[in-house]
């Protein structure tokens, strides 16, 4: 899979995707990023990327011209999607699907946003992580990015498999437990340590049923209706 990210801030990358799984994802050959600046693709001597609204409220709007060029360098972006709070949140589902694209290009918005051309023209979907909003799309596209490479096949270790995750299965994970047995008077639930497998299989349910009933009782909402 190839991941291209079009942003002011390439630099803002670097450490986050040579760490940890999205790192061992590229160093295994499961991923490739590509940072292009947006800054590249301006023409004018101060390299300008953003200029004020139409319509004269506060703030600026970045211009549509180095999206439009960078966007055409790329030559097949793949499946675009702009990170933006007016998007649609960003669920497992949605990682799901984007990991099965071989290659998407994601747009990092900053101060008010992208010209709304660059969406009418390139964006085939409009992604937000969550009902705030945050100073840029860098943040975001990590989150992306992240939920999407840990499930290629690979990414993973069997220990870390993403299939005990929460809403993989559509419910919260069970919470979980390591050494110490005992920490500062609390202890580990005696089932755990008891090697009754089919006895931890059934309390790791009734703890993710419990999890999820009193949390996200939405999670058990939409299972009903499917
Ligand atoms: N004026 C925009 C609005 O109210 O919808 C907010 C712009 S925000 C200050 C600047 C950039 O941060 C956005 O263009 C977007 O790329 C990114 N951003 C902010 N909040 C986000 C969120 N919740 N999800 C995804 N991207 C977000």
């Known amino acids: 899979m190839r991941i291209n990210v079009l942003t002011i801030f390439p630099g803002y990358f670097d450490d986050p995707l040579s760490l940890s799984i999205p ?32 319509g004269g409220k506060a ?7 180095p999206f439009f060029e960078a966007l055409r360098v790329l030559s097949d972006p793949g499946h675009v ?3 933006t709070p007016r998007g649609r949140p960003l669920e497992h589902a949605t990682a799901v699907r984007l990991a099965l694209e ?20 390139w964006v085939d979907e409009e992604v937000s992580i969550g009902d705030y909003v945050l100073s840029g799309g860098e943040p975001a596209a990590l989150v992306l990015i992240d939920a999407v490479v840990r499930l290629l096949p690979g990414a993973l270790g069997d220990h870390e ?20 047995a005992e920490h500062e008077g609390r202890g580990v639930p005696d089932v755990l340590r008891s090697g009754d497998h089919a006895a931890i299989e059934r ?7 419990e999890a999820t009933h009193a949390r996200r009782p939405d999670l058990l909402d939409l299972d009903a209706a499917d």
Request: charged share 35%; with cysteine; proline share 6%.
């Open 102 to 121: 071989d290659e998407i290009t994601l747009l990092c918005g900053r101060y008010k946003g992208i010209d709304e051309r660059v969406t009418e023209e």
């Open 59 to 65: 703030g600026m709007v970045m211009k549509p011209e």
């Open 161 to 180: 498999s993403a299939s005990s995750d929460s809403f993989y299965d559509g419910r919260l994970a069970p919470p979980a437990y390591t050494r110490p």
């Open 203 to 209: 309390w790791r349910q009734r703890r993710a049923d």
């Open 81 to 83: 999607v702009s990170l």
């Open 23 to 54: 790192g061992r994802a590229r160093e295994a050959g499961l991923v490739e990023y590509r940072l292009v600046d947006l800054r590249d693709h301006t023409h004018d001597r101060h390299r300008t990327t953003d200029d004020g609204p139409f």
